[in-house]
C-alpha cells in the first residue's frame, strides 16, 4: 500500500504522454483525426482548409500535456526535480480536476456533450487530477521532512 499513490502519479504522466501522442498523430491523421477526438469545428476546419490554427493550437496543448508529464515523472524522480514542483502539481491537478467536475452539470443544458468520448475523456483526466494530488501530497512531505 505504500506505492499506492506512486501508481497513480506514474498514471497521471503517463495519460498525459498519451494525450500528447494523439495531438501530434491528429496533425498527421488530418481533419478526420481531429473530428474523431472532439476537436471545435473550427479546428477542423482548419485542418481541411490548411491552414496554421489547427497544427499550431495542437502543438501548444501538446506541450502542455508534455510538460504535465514531465512534472509527473519529476515527482517520482524519474527526471530531475523541475521547478515550482509543488505549484505545478497544484495547478495541474486543480485543472483536471475541474474538467472533471465541469463536465456533469454542463451535460445538463448541452446535449451534445452527453457522448462516450467526452464522459471517458473528462473521467481519464479526473484520474490524472488525482495522480496530480498524490504528487503534490507527497512532494510537499518531503519538503518538510
Known amino acids: 500500500m505504500k506505492n499506492?499513490?506512486?501508481?497513480?502519479?506514474?498514471?497521471?504522466?503517463?495519460?498525459?504522454?498519451?494525450?500528447?501522442?494523439?495531438?501530434i498523430a491528429a496533425i498527421f491523421g488530418g481533419p478526420e483525426w481531429y473530428a474523431y477526438f472532439g476537436a471545435p469545428p473550427q479546428i477542423v476546419q482548419s485542418a481541411r482548409e490548411g491552414t496554421w490554427l489547427a497544427p499550431v493550437s495542437t502543438m501548444i496543448i501538446t506541450i502542455l500535456m508534455a510538460i504535465?508529464?514531465?512534472y509527473a515523472f519529476s515527482a517520482l524522480g524519474v527526471i530531475q526535480r523541475l521547478p515550482l514542483l509543488r505549484t505545478g502539481l497544484a495547478g495541474m491537478a486543480t485543472v483536471c480536476l475541474?474538467?472533471?467536475?465541469?463536465?456533469?452539470?454542463?451535460?445538463?443544458?448541452?446535449?451534445?456533450l452527453r457522448n462516450?468520448?467526452?464522459?471517458?475523456a473528462a473521467i481519464v483526466w479526473g484520474m490524472a487530477g488525482v495522480g496530480f494530488v498524490f504528487g503534490f501530497r507527497m512532494v510537499h512531505s518531503q519538503k518538510r521532512a
Open 4 to 23: 499506492f499513490p506512486k501508481y497513480w502519479i506514474y498514471l497521471a504522466g503517463v495519460i498525459a504522454l498519451i494525450g500528447v501522442a494523439i495531438h
Open 98 to 112: 475541474i474538467r472533471f467536475l465541469i463536465l456533469w452539470p454542463l451535460m445538463l443544458n448541452h446535449p451534445e
Open 116 to 120: 462516450t468520448f467526452e464522459i471517458v
Open 68 to 70: 504535465c508529464a514531465a
